[in-house]
């Protein structure tokens, strides 16, 4: 999809923390956000994605979030790492769980296109995106 | 005219005249505000229905969240847990 439609303009995609898991999801949403304040906010979300492990066993600890960043080319380690021991981003991670409770969302992947909801698998995205994309 | 008026009043049962008009006056007034509510109540049915059906406003999310070109035909907006 990224091929297809956002290098070419047709498609926007717009992150939103929905981190109810569980502590670590709070820590890896809070180091995306500092990887965002750098402009690498994609880059190093697929990375972490990648990295999956179980759900709070250790995997998306403070020490494993700082590492991988490592991986990500033009990133300001330091300044990255002071953001992510301080949890700077803590109040923009849970307005955003905030909204998403209040607009009913329990559950993740959840996927709003052209602002309506669907309940629908990733895979089933593309579809839907190729349903409205215009003529 | 006016006889012929006179007499049909007349020839109606005492005092039923005035009160069967009032009754009707008082009818016609019922079924005006009956009407406007039974509109006002239907516009606020359909304007539920409408704002809960009306998609999510608009978000402001840091630019570095964001994929894509902003005036995109197509916006996806992905609500996710990195765990």
């Given at each position: 999809?990224?091929?297809?439609?956002?290098?070419?303009?047709?498609?926007?995609?717009i992150?939103?923390?929905?981190?109810f898991?569980g502590?670590?999801?709070?820590?890896?949403?809070n180091a995306?956000?500092?990887?965002?304040?750098?402009?690498?906010?994609?880059?190093?979300?697929d990375?972490?994605?990648?990295?999956?492990?179980?759900?709070?066993?250790?995997?998306?600890?403070?020490?494993?979030?700082?590492k991988?960043?490592?991986e990500?080319?033009?990133?300001?380690?330091?300044?990255?790492?002071?953001?992510?021991?301080?949890?700077a981003?803590?109040?923009?991670?849970?307005?955003?769980?905030?909204?998403?409770?209040?607009?009913?969302i329990?559950?993740?992947?959840?996927?709003?296109?052209?602002?309506?909801?669907?309940?629908?698998?990733?895979?089933?995205?593309?579809?839907?995106?190729?349903?409205?994309?215009?003529? | 005219?006016?006889?012929?008026s006179?007499?049909?009043?007349r020839?109606?049962?005492?005092?039923?005249?005035?009160a069967?008009?009032?009754?009707?006056?008082?009818?016609t007034v019922?079924?005006?505000?009956?009407a406007?509510?039974?509109v006002?109540?239907?516009g606020?049915?359909?304007?539920?229905?409408i704002?809960?059906?009306?998609p999510?406003?608009a978000?402001?999310?840091?630019?570095?969240?964001?994929?894509?070109s902003?005036?995109?035909?197509?916006?996806?907006?992905?609500?996710?847990d990195?765990?």
């Open positions: 999809m990224a091929a297809d439609y956002q290098d070419k303009g047709k498609v926007q995609v992150y939103r923390h929905f981190a898991i502590g670590e999801s709070f820590v890896a949403a995306a956000e500092c990887a965002a304040d750098q402009n690498k906010f994609w880059p190093y979300a990375l972490i994605f990648k990295r999956q492990s179980g759900e709070n066993k250790g995997q998306f600890s403070t020490a494993n979030l700082k991988w960043a490592g990500i080319a033009g990133l300001d380690m330091a300044a990255f790492n002071s953001c992510v021991d301080s949890n981003k803590d109040t923009i991670v849970r307005k955003d769980i905030a909204e998403g409770q209040s607009r009913g329990n559950v993740t992947p959840t996927f709003y296109v052209n602002g309506k909801k669907y309940d629908i698998a990733s895979t089933q995205l593309p579809t839907l995106v190729n349903s409205l994309m215009p003529k | 005219m006016a006889k012929s006179e007499r049909r009043r020839g109606q049962p005492p005092g039923k005249s005035s069967a008009r009032g009754g009707a006056g008082n009818n019922l079924y005006v505000v009956g406007i509510a039974i006002l109540v239907a606020l049915v359909i304007l539920q229905i704002s809960s059906s009306a999510a406003a978000v402001a999310v840091a630019d570095g969240r964001k994929w894509g902003e005036s995109a035909p197509v916006k996806v907006e992905l609500w996710s990195f765990q």
